[in-house]
């Protein structure tokens, strides 16, 4: 799966420095003025220039992007805000970081070990569950977590950041039924109404990619009144979790 930043900013010359620094770590970069204009579009983090692109006013926004966004968001900013404002990035808008006048090295080192905390918290949780070797055969489907791709026999599936993540944690916890509100806690970190609305949406198109026949789905089946069950015969693969 390709890594991809957002860059939120109108400064060309910090799109430009930070593309060529973030391509060395094999991450492109895409580059927009308007905030919300490419949420749709799924990304593996957001970094936001608060010095040429202000924040939403509208706190439902900000919940929006949260909640559209699995990776890290970071805020940069030359400026001093007061602190009770930096508290709610964290607090009430579960930001990842805020980086104050800092060199283009350090945003960079940043990102990057962010990015990296996001990509491999599902494999850390997998390895502490028992299954240390990185390619799963899970039915007809091989995910390979050191690359972070996902194989449908040989075709490679284009998984986005989130459709990737509700895979491993569906994977994690196969065979047992589990909530809207449990998958939003572990994918999303959150569970906001918003959040939860959107789950079935994603949901349908990660069926769309590994069923076989998705209007009669074999792995990934809803329970009606319940949520949703993965499961999969392969029994020699399956990965043990708990709730």
């Not at 040429?52 to 559209?68: A, G, V």
């Not at 805020?75 to 808008?93: G, H, M, R």
């Not at 994918?187 to 990660?206: E, F, K, M, P, Q």
């Not at 590994?210 to 949520?227: V, Y």
């Amino acid at each position: 799966m390709p890594l991809e930043i957002l860059l939120i900013s109108q400064n060309l010359q910090l799109a430009s420095q930070l593309e060529k620094l973030l391509d060395s770590f094999n991450i492109t970069t895409r580059v927009s003025f308007d905030p919300l204009d490419h949420l749709l579009q799924q990304v593996s983090g957001v970094v936001w220039d608060l010095n040429t692109t202000s924040l939403p006013t509208n706190s439902s926004e900000l919940q929006i992007l949260r909640n559209q966004i699995t990776g890290p968001i970071l805020l940069l900013d030359q400026n001093t805000e007061p602190i009770d404002t930096i508290c709610s990035y964290f607090l009430n808008y579960h930001l990842d970081d805020y980086i104050q006048s800092s060199s283009l090295k350090e945003i960079v080192a940043r990102t990057v070990q962010k990015i990296w905390v996001y990509q491999n918290k599902d494999r850390l949780q997998i390895n502490q569950q028992g299954q240390t070797n990185p390619n799963l055969k899970v039915g007809h489907l091989k995910i390979n977590l050191d690359k972070i791709q996902v194989n449908s026999g040989n075709v490679r599936l284009n998984l986005s950041p989130i459709e990737y993540k509700l895979l491993l944690f569906f994977v994690s916890h196969s065979n047992t039924v589990l909530s809207r509100t449990q998958i939003a806690s572990a994918v999303w970190g959150n569970t906001t109404g918003a959040t939860l609305r959107i789950i079935d949406t994603h949901i349908s198109n990660l069926r769309k990619k590994i069923e076989t026949e998705p209007k009669n789905p074999q792995m990934l089946k809803t329970i009606r009144g319940f949520g949703y069950l993965f499961k999969y015969e392969n029994q020699g693969a399956k990965i043990s979790g708990k709730n």
